[in-house]
């Protein structure tokens, strides 16, 4: 089964890194990308793995948000998201960076302890309706 919309049989001239060891030269820090928080990701180390196993319009999970890096990366990629996290100020932060667009539909975050079963279950479960609710109204 294919896990991506990548064209395999020209996998050597698609920029998906192959090796076990990746070597990126500049920080991505186009559109929504700030590098404002500590410890936050590259945002090509979410763009790699999104467009390596997901297709377009597949739901992504992230339990521990930070400042949107990967949320930013689905939205540029047509993938859809789930993202929590328990600093509340990121939360602010990330709502605030998407509040623009058609995008508002693809996704969902909320304050979350994601090492708390019962809040992700509820969550998940808030998350999903809400990201029905939103595509039916289209
Ligand atoms: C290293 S940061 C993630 C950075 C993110 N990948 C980015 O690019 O911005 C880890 C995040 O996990 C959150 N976090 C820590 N413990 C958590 C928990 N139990 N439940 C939910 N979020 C948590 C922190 O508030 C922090 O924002």
């Known amino acids: 089964m294919k896990h991506n919309d990548l064209d395999l049989k020209n996998w050597k001239k698609i920029d998906i890194n192959t090796d076990s ?4 030269n500049e920080r991505d820090k186009s559109g929504k990308h700030k590098n404002i928080y500590h410890g936050n990701f590259m945002p090509q180390i979410p763009n790699q793995l999104i467009r390596r196993y997901t297709k377009e319009n597949e739901l992504i999970l992230e339990p521990f948000m930070g400042s949107g890096t990967t949320l930013f ?3 540029k990629l ?3 998201y789930i993202g929590f996290d ?3 100020e990121m939360l602010e932060y990330v709502n605030k960076s998407m509040n623009d667009g058609n995008y508002t539909k693809n996704f969902y975050i909320n304050h979350c302890n994601s090492l708390d ?3 992700v279950n ?3 479960e808030k ?3 809400n ?3 939103k595509i039916y109204n289209l």
Not at 21 to 24: A, E, H, K, P
Request: aromatic share 4%; proline share 4%; glycine share 0%.
């Open 21 to 24: 060891l990746w070597m990126i």
């Open 73 to 75: 990366e689905c939205e």
């Open 78 to 80: 047509n993938r859809k």
């Open 86 to 88: 328990i600093n509340p």
């Open 117 to 119: 079963e019962l809040q």
């Open 122 to 124: 509820q969550n998940i």
């Open 127 to 129: 998350a999903e309706k």
């Open 131 to 133: 990201l029905i609710l």
